[in-house]
């Protein structure tokens, strides 16, 4: 039997999920898209605390542009925010989406803001 769109990414989320956990020094930088936003934020798992958060919905993300040019901003944004916090190193967190279009654009926005993963 096949398996549905979400099912095959729940099952995928879980097989990255074993290999990346988020620890104060290195927390997990997860990405989350849904068909109109994209969100990101820095999860530290030992303390189940969410450090610094950013989507496309917040105020000084200005929505011009295709969804792609709109994610790089919010890497960006991510990525100024984790300095600012004092994090440069990161766990990446695809979340079971592929590394592709929006999601790779977040990520690499986020590398030339200055987080290393």
């Not at 997990?28 to 798992?45: C, G, H, M, P, T």
Request: without cysteine; positive net charge.
């Amino acid at each position: 039997m096949a398996l549905s769109k979400l099912e095959r990414r729940q099952r995928i989320k879980r097989r990255i999920r074993k290999i990346s956990v988020g620890t104060a020094s290195k927390p997990r930088l997860s990405v989350f898209r849904s068909n109109k936003e994209i969100y990101a934020q820095l999860v530290d798992d030992n303390a189940g605390v969410t450090l610094v958060s950013v989507s496309s919905r917040d105020k000084e993300i200005e929505a011009k542009g295709n969804k792609i040019e709109i994610a790089s901003l919010v890497g960006k944004s991510i990525g100024e925010k984790a300095v600012a916090a004092g994090v440069e190193i990161v766990a990446f967190d695809r979340n079971g989406y592929l590394y592709h279009g929006r999601v790779k654009s977040l990520a690499e926005a986020a590398r030339e803001a200055g987080l290393k993963f």
